[in-house]
């Protein structure tokens, strides 16, 4: 530990068995284990999710993101033949997308899939990202209308890690309960873990609000540069409803649920836009300046997300509270247990 340096990506790295990777949220929900760290002091507390509300500083505002995931996964074929699995990242200007592609394209190569529904390269990015325009029966359409027909052939992103099919049930368990601006290709995880009744509570002991921003696949993006500097952070699309922007505004206690909530917040805190594309990259030698507590899950080695906890602690901080998390049988990533910085 003594050589750790919180600008190198391989500082972050630790060592999580296989079996600690939740495939598939447990139940009953608040029965997840829930880990809340102290900062005054540097005391850990393993306890249960239901447990939560024991912890929250009691004179909070609650963020939440009230994004929606979309079935922005297909499956179709290239119009000369080939099988191609397309992602949905996001919308783009004119009605192009962004999105990921699973097998060789060229330029103005045509993508063929259920219900008449076709895809055109328009362009091949740098990152591995594509261009394209989507066609119904012929016609040019917009973001509504594919959403529309991703309803009805789409499939759940589950992300990278989950080494399975998306199932029936993930529609409801890869979606918070508040879930309302569609446009995500992720799920705000830390909210995953809030029931109807844990929520209700929740609403009824702290004044909550919104923000919107949809989780695009960049989020699961490695750093492919030693030093965290260098690295160019994902751009997302983010909205912040005039209530929210008062508090945020004002002085009061904020418990962000979320990295999603927190990076947006403190886009917000710096460049005083409510509403645009947030690639704020957060890590111990860039921390927050608004956000006071964080409810997260445990993160991938090495990414972004984990340095976005870093900042709220230390890169020292961390890894031993992941450690002891590791030692004490947490459920890691998307569908894992959480974590409760106050």
Known sequence: MNNLDPLKVSSYHYELPEELIATSPSFPKGEQKLLVYERKNKKITHTKFKHIFD???????????????IKA??????????????????????????????GRVKENSTLLFQKQLKAVV???????TRIVKFYHKNEEIDFQKLNDLLEQIGHI???????REDQEEDQTNYQTVFAKNIGAVAAPTASLHFDENSFKKLSSLYKTSYITLHVGAGTFKSIEV????????????????????????????????????????????????????SNLFLHPKNPPKRVNSLLTNFHL???T????????????????????????????????????IV
């Open 55 to 69: 912890f929250i500083p009691k004179n909070s505002a609650v963020i939440l993101n009230d994004t929606k995931v």
């Open 73 to 102: 996964r297909i499956f179709g074929k290239k119009e000369t033949g080939g099988k191609v699995e397309l992602l949905l990242n996001s919308p783009l200007e004119k009605n192009n997308f962004l999105v990921y592609i699973k």
């Open 122 to 128: 328009q362009k091949l990015n740098n990152d591995g």
């Open 157 to 163: 992103p589950l992300p990278p890690y989950i080494k």
């Open 226 to 277: 030693e030093n965290i500097k260098d690295h160019v952070m994902h751009s997302e699309w983010y909205n912040i409803p005039d209530e929210t922007k008062k508090i945020i505004d004002s002085t009061q206690h904020i418990l962000a649920v979320g990295t999603t909530v927190t990076r947006t917040i403190e886009f917000y805190h710096r460049e005083k836009k409510v509403t645009g594309y």
């Open 301 to 303: 080695p090495s990414s």
């Open 305 to 340: 997300l984990i340095m976005l906890v870093a900042s709220f602690t230390s890169l020292e901080e961390v890894l031993k509270i992941y450690n002891e998390a590791i030692q004490k049988r947490y459920k890691f990533y998307s569908y894992g247990d959480s974590m409760l």
